[in-house]
């Protein structure tokens, strides 16, 4: 008897942010402490880069504000012409090409397997980031080894951000990023409210901030 056709596999995948108990999944924390560490891992070896550079090169002489380059109110000055942005756009790139050259080469000199690329800002990772901020400022992730602090102000301020870039870039996103933008918005919202509601109402007997007498 002929095999059975083998249906198609379907992995489903799951996104969300917090857990049925409302708390901030493991993995989630995990993704971001990873990025952090590759982050540090970048930094430092910019820094060597850095001191390289500095080491080659001789210190220029310090020089006198010209009094003509200070702004005042009533002679502001003109903004860079389309040929001064492109000249300058240009030298951008040229100078992180070579900047990413150096850090790749300092961290095979320290084993690591990371490329520099893998460091570059993407419309992702600065959601992500903004995410993450937001989660520390509402009290429900921390800096490893540090306590969590509620900063309400600075969270509202962060997810009002998000919800600006919503709007901003509405029809200039791809689904993903538009279906990642539209999560993180909602969970942190949820989150927030969440946050405000214990706050106001505490567990009877437990004080204002939530913790144990």
């Given at each position: 008897?002929?095999?059975?056709?083998?249906?198609?596999?379907?992995?489903?995948?799951?996104?969300?942010?917090?857990s049925?108990?409302?708390?901030?999944?493991?993995?989630?924390?995990?993704?971001?402490e990873?990025?952090?560490?590759?982050?540090?891992?970048?930094?430092?070896?910019?820094?060597?880069v850095?001191?390289?550079r500095?080491?080659?090169q001789?210190?220029?002489?310090?020089?006198?504000?010209?009094?003509?380059?200070?702004?005042?109110d009533?002679a502001?000055?003109?903004?860079?012409?389309?040929?001064?942005?492109?000249?300058s756009?240009?030298?951008?790139?040229?100078?992180?090409r070579?900047?990413?050259?150096s850090?790749?080469?300092?961290?095979?000199?320290?084993?690591?397997?990371?490329?520099?690329?893998?460091?570059?800002?993407t419309?992702?990772?600065?959601?992500?980031?903004?995410y993450?901020?937001?989660?520390?400022?509402?009290?429900?992730?921390?800096?490893?080894?540090?306590?969590?602090q509620?900063?309400?102000?600075?969270?509202?301020?962060?997810?009002?951000?998000?919800?600006?870039?919503?709007?901003?870039?509405?029809?200039?996103?791809?689904?993903?990023?538009?279906?990642?933008?539209q999560?993180?918005?909602?969970?942190l919202?949820?989150?927030?409210?969440?946050?405000?509601?214990l706050?106001?109402?505490?567990?009877?007997?437990?004080?204002?901030?939530?913790?144990?007498?």
């Amino acid at each position: 008897m002929a095999e059975k056709e083998k249906k198609p596999e379907f992995v489903v995948t799951d996104r969300r942010l917090f857990s049925t108990d409302g708390e901030l999944r493991q993995d989630v924390v995990d993704d971001e402490e990873r990025r952090a560490e590759r982050e540090r891992e970048k930094s430092e070896a910019q820094r060597v880069v850095n001191e390289e550079r500095a080491a080659q090169q001789q210190p220029a002489p310090e020089s006198a504000v010209p009094t003509s380059s200070i702004v005042t109110d009533e002679a502001a000055p003109e903004g860079p012409s389309a040929q001064e942005q492109h000249d300058s756009a240009a030298a951008y790139r040229e100078s992180t090409r070579e900047i990413d050259e150096s850090i790749e080469k300092e961290m095979r000199k320290q084993g690591q397997p990371h490329r520099a690329q893998d460091f570059e800002i993407t419309f992702e990772k600065f959601v992500a980031s903004l995410y993450m901020s937001s989660l520390v400022q509402l009290g429900l992730a921390a800096p490893q080894g540090a306590k969590p602090q509620v900063d309400l102000l600075g969270a509202r301020q962060t997810i009002d951000t998000l919800a600006i870039l919503q709007g901003k870039t509405k029809g200039n996103l791809t689904p993903a990023e538009q279906n990642m933008l539209q999560n993180c918005l909602y969970e942190l919202r949820m989150a927030y409210l969440e946050v405000t509601n214990l706050l106001a109402h505490p567990p009877q007997g437990g004080p204002a901030g939530g913790g144990k007498p």
